[in-house]
């Protein structure tokens, strides 16, 4: 299985990603951990909940397809805009 995930913060920022292992449940991004944690003061990393969502899946997207759409989903969702996401890429050009 083939998906593009939502990862929701506490802040109600979000971060868009694709996964195409098949343990998708337990991954959870690999968006800049410093970038996210600058958000975020020491004790309120102590106990948060983040929200993940599976936004689009296909069981044979080709790796291109899938890449296409994950740019797709983060340019339509707002996560590489730095007020409400966390992607750094495609850069926001807003």
Do not use: C, H
Request: charged share 30%; hydrophobic share 30%; no cysteine.
């Amino acid at each position: 299985m083939k998906v593009i995930y939502k990862i929701t913060y506490p802040n109600g920022k979000i971060y868009v990603g694709r996964d195409s292992s098949e343990s998708f449940m337990t991954y959870f991004g690999s968006g800049d951990e410093e970038y996210i944690q600058r958000d975020f003061k020491p004790e309120e990393m102590q106990d948060f909940t983040v929200r993940k969502e599976v936004i689009w899946s296909s069981e044979d997207a080709t790796p291109e397809e899938l890449s296409k759409k994950e740019i797709e989903l983060i340019v339509s969702e707002g996560a590489n805009n730095p007020a409400k996401g966390y992607n750094l890429f495609p850069k926001f050009a807003g």
